[in-house]
């Protein structure tokens, strides 16, 4: 699939937005390693940090129908520059996806940036800290 069908896809996905505190769309969609594609969109809360962003969304999505094997992701949403994943989205990319995989960013002028979870959050901290033969306790 290419990198503008994919965002389009995404772009489709934010308008499912439940946005009613911030107003701001976010979409996502997943792309996994049989063609399958998982979409996300915001979902806010009263509470506000029970809040789960888009691209979280779409990667539950998939892991809860198991499928953790993931080949490309595009995230859109409304603003001057592409989109760029939180903190925690990015912790949480960092879980499945390869430090390689593309990261497709836009917004809904149709600018793109294409990146990886290596620029987004190089040195993660994942599964590998903990699981060293290294670890001294
Ligand atoms: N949001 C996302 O869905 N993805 C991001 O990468 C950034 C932030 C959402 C969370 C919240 O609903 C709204 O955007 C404003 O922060």
Redesign the pocket.
């Known amino acids: 699939m290419k990198e503008r069908e994919l965002m389009e896809l995404a772009v489709q996905a934010r308008e499912r937005?439940y946005?009613p505190?911030?107003q701001?769309?976010?979409g996502?969609a997943l792309l996994d390693s049989a063609g399958q594609v998982y979409l996300g969109?915001?979902?806010?809360n009263a509470a506000f940090s029970p809040?789960?962003?888009?691209?979280?969304?779409a990667i539950f999505k998939a892991v809860s129908e198991g499928v953790t094997e993931f080949t490309a992701l595009a995230?859109v949403?409304d603003t001057a520059e592409p989109?760029?994943?939180?903190g925690v989205?990015r912790q949480v990319m960092a879980e499945f996806f390869d430090p390689q995989m593309p990261i497709i960013l836009g917004n809904l002028k149709g600018d793109l940036v294409k990146t990886t979870l290596q620029e987004l959050l190089p040195a993660s901290f994942t599964a590998k800290e903990f699981r060293s033969d290294e670890r001294r306790d």
């Not at 969109?41 to 806010?44: D, G, V």
């Not at 809040?51 to 969304?57: G, K, L, V, Y």
């Open positions: 937005a946005v505190y911030s701001f769309k976010v996502a969109c915001n979902i806010e809040t789960n962003c888009a691209e979280r969304t995230v949403a989109v760029t994943p939180c989205c």
